[in-house]
């Protein structure tokens, strides 16, 4: 858990569940503001992230200040961090990057062998994964289980992915490869990251 300007973040568990609604919505109104798609979730879906203690909150006291959670594919060979948003009322605060890296770090423990990954329009989140180590990629760079495939149909974009046989879309793919990072390691990439 990590606690800075009054907001902890830390791994959800079956005490912030009382949160997901207000996680979707926050989603949902951020992609019409922004045009762009971002895949849709299920309460299901984020309830069993937050059982599994894949899920980050961010809190500001008792209220929803951000969110991120992790999912392995491939046979736990790729991991993405997916669903990042952050609450508009503690935008511009560095909290998306706080999240961001505390996912990376829950990610790299659970899974230090793996190739992270995500898919992006936001040029912030880009920004992000950057300093931490992602370089673009096409997206035959990542993973290839059809389940990791499904969960972008529920993106409003998902029928150029469709048309272009998984090769394009509006999004920028960016992957996270360890083996490239053992003579850069990780924690001297992550020293460079600086948190407001």
């Known amino acids: 858990m990590k606690k800075k300007d009054n907001i902890t973040i830390c791994v959800a568990n079956e005490n912030h569940l009382k949160y997901i609604d207000t996680i979707l919505k926050t989603i949902e109104e951020s992609s019409k503001v922004r045009g762009t798609g971002i895949a849709k979730r299920t309460h299901e879906y984020v309830e069993t992230k937050m059982l599994e203690g894949k899920a980050i909150i961010a809190l500001a006291k008792d209220e929803f200040a951000g969110f991120c959670y992790i999912e392995s594919w491939g046979d736990k060979q ?73 969960g972008c149909e529920g993106c409003v974009n998902s029928d150029i992915l469709k048309r272009t046989n998984r090769r394009y879309c509006i999004c920028t793919a960016m992957l996270f490869d360890p083996e490239k990072h053992k003579k850069n390691p990780v924690k001297k990439i992550i020293e460079k990251i600086k948190i407001k």
């Open 78 to 150: 790729y991991v993405a961090n997916s669903g990042l948003i952050v609450n508009p009322k503690y935008r511009g605060m560095g909290l998306a990057k706080r999240i961001k890296k505390f996912s990376f770090d829950l990610s790299r423990k659970r899974f230090p062998n793996a190739k992270l990954f995500g898919l992006t329009s936001g040029a912030a989140v880009m920004k992000i994964n950057t300093e931490l180590g992602y370089v673009p990629v096409t997206f035959a760079d990542l993973t290839d289980d059809e389940q990791f495939w499904k």
